[in-house]
């Protein structure tokens, strides 16, 4: 009924035409608290400083959370000396009348997450308060290298999830479900491993080899990735098929029949996993401050981050991109404006597929060296890595950031303790459900925070429409009559 | 008599703005009180106030005598006060009954599952007292707005209201429709029940209200007697200056034609013909008026002319080329400007600011695009200018085109099509859900628009408007063009049985239309009366 498609998604918390919105009580009085409160608000509201702020509660919740199952399971296990005794401090020779033995322990769980995805860059036994006891304000470790192998495997899982969470991106943004990223990611990669194989034997050598080589790579990567992307999209555009259900569909596909190839034409017969023979060296990604064993280079993450930018433009600064944008959100009005609704799907499914068909071949290119089947879910890790940027592409490259350490933090983790890695996992996925629930941390900070601007709490009351004496009306304080001035 | 209500000094402050100043209103029990006012007066965020949306910031509300503090709607519902929203909070898929008692079920099996039995009889008693004309079984999205508008109304009865607030509730209705409405608040009333409702059109609040509250800039004017008062007294205590109710004389100069539809038949989703064999042209420099009741075919026929639906047979020429098959946006940028019906759906991008909303339609086109990049500031100058020329508010180009009420989003809806520098202006219903003034306005400058050499196909439910705009006038009724008449000559009854899809008696449907150019409209099934319509 209501005629606001779009704007349901928005105040979505008002169906009933009751939902009371509880009017903040707090009275006149203009204290230093309040003002510094308000400030706080305006501060959250603020959609870029807001989804940060959200985030780094969300971050604290779930360790506070993730503290709790890891003590708990602690608890569970048996061990033979305990890792973490909860106890109370005994000064003056007081007895100890309360002592716990725990067989994991959170703190040193969240610091090989965190720090050990990071290469440990902070020196052992400081916390935030050592300057005040007294000791050293430099934090960082002494020969703390920032490019540690370890940070190569963090940015190694970043640079690949930038790429699938910015393929997603654009097809949510225009309002596609693109479900099929794996899929084209892993086709991308296939034909990238195929296509320098055949090439190499006639590339030079040396460097311009090397960019002759990983350029077909790249483009062959997104040219198989951006037409099996296209696929769904005109099946969409053209036939009417719900794009969740071919994308799915033809992930299967693309895996299927990528084993299929490998394992009966192109396999290395020297191996026993089913995949192609490892292309030459002069064909990978040049490594680039890092050591080739390392298998990351900071030329891939550039052409992630120029891409991230690139799109943002695309979606920001360009025709297409308003076409894109208005499609995603409201294909009625895309219409009306001239936005010629079957092309906009195709294409912008294309570029999905080509960006991800990219993450593939750098997958190949950067990592393995091979054609492998059995790719990671990249493509799946993309979606939440998409939405937890509110398919922004800007925030796809912090989201991205935040599940490498995750990925990487991981490994550490179960290296460096005895937590099994099902418990890690879990962590990991408590950290991104949080993060991805920023709406809960908005009632949150409502409920606790300041008289909330009035005005947008009434927008949400009113279906979505500020009829009438709308606040923002006379903002200028001119106050002028109904009548025109002519 | 005894006051239901009691608005005393209400006074509500939004960050830097007052939407009310200490207005008063009181309504007596029983009677019919209209809150009049222009866009943005202060009307809704008052009933905001008496229905708990909205705490207000001084002031007293009284209900039944009693000074009340209502928190959230649920209080001002207990305490008999009902809203119905402009836009109506229903769930389409279930049925009427369903709705009316969503929420407050009857409940058995000692409340473990819904007496669907009991709920049903519940609410046929409840229309059948208060004369209700509804189907409890049919499905909300299968009944038409009118009926829908009922359901609401029934829905806060259910709950026991005993004073019933209705914002706007005439803008989505036919004028039959809002006959029907009008008589259900007779009914209302009769059986002791308060009525105040929104509206900013006087000839509605003169007819159906007993008393009349006129807002302008949160504050109140006055409040008067409806039979007391006339339309002129009205409109200059809602404006604050004196309104021209009647459009200037015409005097257009027809040119070539613009546009020229032959033939055209279009089906809609389900496979229905609702627009059979129409012809007409529209000519530089004249306003092509269609009447008729919403439904019959104008809305298709509209979007076929626009390029948003392709007609089933029949061709389609604009300025000497035949468009037929030309894609919306080809259709724009040769000179097509087209306010579309539903503004809300689309007419605007309701997330985009004003300033995307701007350029909708020439985001492709310079000055706004070049090379396919888009140029802000340039669209930023241009919606600047359409919220300076009609008066937009709030004047912020930044604010989401869905922070804006109805009225202002229709004032730049038709600000950005007008300002396109059309060959042909494809306009539908372009005053709906606008104040008096702007309306005003946006008459003038269509007429101005048509007096520049545009042609102007003006389709509207509203029937002074196309009769005192157009220079040609066509009825249409069940996908037809029954008759092109003389605005000039022909009556109102005349209208209204041609709109029925009867012919009046010794009506001459060739001989009405006179200028510019009759010959080229045929009337078809001539002497034909039909008197069922598909409806909506």
Redesign the interface.
Same mark, same amino acid.
Do not use: C
């Given at each position: 009924?209501?005629?606001?498609?779009?704007?349901d998604r928005?105040d979505g918390d008002d169906?009933? #035409?009751?939902?009371?919105?509880?009017?903040g009580g707090t009275g006149g009085e203009d204290s230093v608290l309040d003002r510094a409160r308000a400030a706080l608000d305006r501060l959250a509201r603020a959609s870029a400083t807001e989804r940060f702020l959200l985030s780094v509660a969300a971050l604290v919740l779930s360790i506070v959370v993730g503290t709790v199952l890891v003590l708990a399971a602690g608890r569970a296990t048996t061990c033979e000396t305990a890792a973490f005794v909860l106890t109370h401090p005994t000064p003056f020779g007081l007895p100890r009348l309360f002592s716990m033995g725990f067989c994991f322990d959170p703190v040193a769980v969240f610091d090989r997450l965190f720090f050990g995805a990071l290469g440990d860059p902070i020196k052992q036994g400081w916390g935030p308060l050592t300057p005040v006891r007294g000791g050293p304000l430099n934090p960082f470790r002494q020969g703390y290298e920032l490019l540690n192998p370890q940070m190569a495997v963090t940015l190694r899982e970043t640079t690949i999830l930038v790429f699938s969470g910015l393929a997603v991106a654009i097809a949510f943004r225009a309002g596609i479900f693109n479900i099929g990223t794996q899929g084209q990611l892993v086709l991308g990669a296939l034909g990238t491993g195929l296509s320098v194989l055949w090439a190499a034997p006639f590339a030079p050598a040396g460097i311009v080899g090397t960019v002759l080589l990983v350029t077909l790579g790249l483009a062959v990567g997104a040219v198989v990735g951006g037409i099996y992307g296209a696929i769904p999209g005109a099946l969409k555009a053209y036939a009417e098929a719900n794009e969740v259900i071919t994308t799915i569909m033809l992930n299967f596909v693309a895996t299927g029949v990528a084993f299929f190839l490998v394992a009966n034409y192109v396999r290395n017969p020297d191996s026993q996993a089913v995949e192609t023979t490892p292309v030459p060296d002069g064909a990978l990604i040049p490594p680039l401050l890092f050591e080739p064993r390392d298998d990351f280079s900071f030329v891939a993450l550039g052409l992630g981050v120029a891409l991230v930018l690139g799109v943002y433009y695309m979606l920001?600064?360009?025709?297409?991109?308003? #076409?894109v944008?208005?499609s995603g959100?409201?294909p009625?009005?895309?219409?009306?404006?001239?936005?010629?609704a079957e092309r906009t799907v195709v294409y912008s499914m294309a570029l999905s597929g080509a960006i991800g068909g990219i993450g593939g071949a750098i997958y190949v290119l950067m990592i393995l060296g091979k054609f492998q089947t059995g790719v990671p879910s990249y493509g799946f890790d993309g979606i939440t890595v998409s939405i937890l940027a509110g398919n922004n592409p800007l925030g796809v490259g912090f989201a991205a950031f935040l599940f490498g350490i995750l990925k990487s933090g991981s490994t550490v983790v179960q290296f460096a303790t005895d937590v099994p890695p099902q418990l890690v996992g879990v962590l990991r996925g408590l950290i991104i459900l949080f993060v991805a629930m920023p709406e809960f941390f908005r009632l949150l900070a409502r409920g606790i925070g300041p008289t909330a601007?009035?005005?947008a709490r009434?927008?949400a009351?009113?279906?979505?429409?500020?009829?009438?004496?709308?606040?923002?009306?006379?903002?200028?304080?001119s106050?002028?009559?109904?009548?025109?001035?002519? | 008599m005894s006051r239901a209500v009691h608005l005393d000094g209400i006074t509500?402050r939004?960050?830097?703005?007052?939407?009310?100043d200490d207005v008063d209103l009181a309504v007596e029990r029983g009677t019919v009180h209209a809150l009049l006012?222009?866009?943005?007066?202060?009307?809704?965020?008052?009933m905001?106030v008496l229905y708990?949306?909205?705490?207000p910031t001084s002031g007293r509300v009284v209900v039944d005598g009693e000074e009340r503090e209502f928190?959230?709607?649920?209080d001002a519902?207990d305490a008999g006060v009902g809203?119905i929203?402009?836009?109506?909070?229903?769930v389409?898929p279930m049925t009427v009954a369903e709705n009316i008692t969503l929420?407050n079920e009857p409940r058995k099996w000692g409340g473990l599952t819904v007496d669907r039995e009991r709920a049903r009889r519940e609410v046929v008693d409840l229309s059948e007292r208060y004369g209700f004309d509804v189907d409890p079984d049919a499905r909300?999205e299968d009944v038409s707005v009118g009926v829908?508008q009922r359901v609401e109304i029934l829905k806060a009865l259910y709950r026991g209201a005993d004073v019933l607030v209705l914002?706007?509730p005439t803008a989505v209705l036919t004028p039959q429709e809002v006959e029907d409405l009008f008589e259900v608040f007779d009914e209302l009333t009769d059986q002791g029940k308060t009525i105040v409702f929104?509206t900013h059109k006087l000839g509605e609040a003169m007819h159906a209200a007993d008393e009349i509250t006129v807002l !302008?800039?949160?504050k109140n004017v006055g409040t008067v007697e409806a039979d007391g008062t006339t339309r002129e007294e009205l409109a200059r205590m809602?404006?604050?200056?004196e309104?021209l109710l009647e459009v200037e004389a015409r005097a257009g100069e027809a040119g070539d034609p613009v546009l020229d539809v032959a033939d055209v038949s279009v089906r809609d989703e389900r496979g229905v013909t609702v627009v059979d064999g129409v012809s007409f042209d529209v000519h530089a420099g004249e306003v092509f008026g269609i009447a008729g009741v919403d439904g019959n075919g104008q809305a298709e026929l509209v979007e076929a002319i626009t390029g948003?639906r392709r007609p089933e047979s029949g061709r389609v020429r604009f300025e000497d080329e035949d468009v037929t098959d030309w894609?919306?946006?080809r259709?724009?940028?040769a000179g097509m400007a087209?306010v579309?019906e539903?503004r809300?759906?689309?007419?605007?991008?309701?997330?985009?600011d004003l300033v995307?909303n701007g350029?909708?339609?020439s985001?492709?086109t310079p000055p706004y695009?070049r090379g396919?990049?888009?140029d802000?500031a340039a669209a930023r100058e241009h919606a600047e200018s359409i919220i300076e020329e009609?008066?937009v !508010?709030?004047?912020?180009p930044d604010?989401a085109a !869905?922070?804006?009420?109805?009225g202002?989003q229709q004032k730049f809806v038709v600000g950005r099509e007008f300002a396109r520098d059309p060959a042909l202006l494809v306009a539908t219903h372009p005053t709906r859900g606008v104040?008096i003034?702007?309306t005003e306005?946006i008459r003038e400058r269509m007429l101005d628009l048509r007096s520049a050499g545009v042609g102007v196909l003006l389709v509207s439910s509203k029937l002074e408007e196309v009769q005192g705009l157009s220079d040609r006038l066509a009825v249409m009724h069940d996908g037809d063009l029954v008759a092109v008449v003389d605005p000039d000559s022909v009556t109102e009854e005349e209208l209204g049985l041609l709109m029925a899809g009867e012919y009046p008696e010794g009506f001459d449907p060739g001989a009405a239309a006179e200028p510019p150019d009759p010959g080229d409209v045929e009337s078809r099934r001539a002497g034909e009366a039909r008197t069922d319509g598909e409806g909506r």
């Open positions: 009924m209501s005629g606001d498609g779009e704007d928005d169906r009933d #035409d009751g939902v009371p919105i509880q009017p920001e600064r360009t025709a297409f991109g308003y #076409d944008r208005t959100l409201q009625d009005a895309a219409e009306y404006g001239g936005v010629d601007d009035p005005e009434a927008v009351a009113d279906g979505g429409e500020v009829d009438d004496g709308d606040a923002g009306g006379r903002s200028d304080g106050g002028t009559g109904g009548g025109s001035d002519e | 509500k939004f960050p830097g703005v007052v939407a009310n006012g222009e866009n943005g007066a202060g009307k809704t965020t008052l905001n708990g949306l909205y705490e928190d959230s709607p649920r519902i809203m929203h402009q836009h109506f909070m229903l389409d929420g909300i829908q914002d706007e929104i !302008r800039d949160g809602m404006v604050g200056r309104v948003m894609s919306r946006r259709r724009i940028d087209y579309p539903d809300q759906e689309r007419g605007l991008v309701m997330a985009f995307g350029v909708l339609g985001q492709h695009a396919g990049r888009m802000w009609y008066d !508010r709030p004047p912020d604010a !869905r922070a804006l009420s109805g202002n104040d003034g702007s306005f």
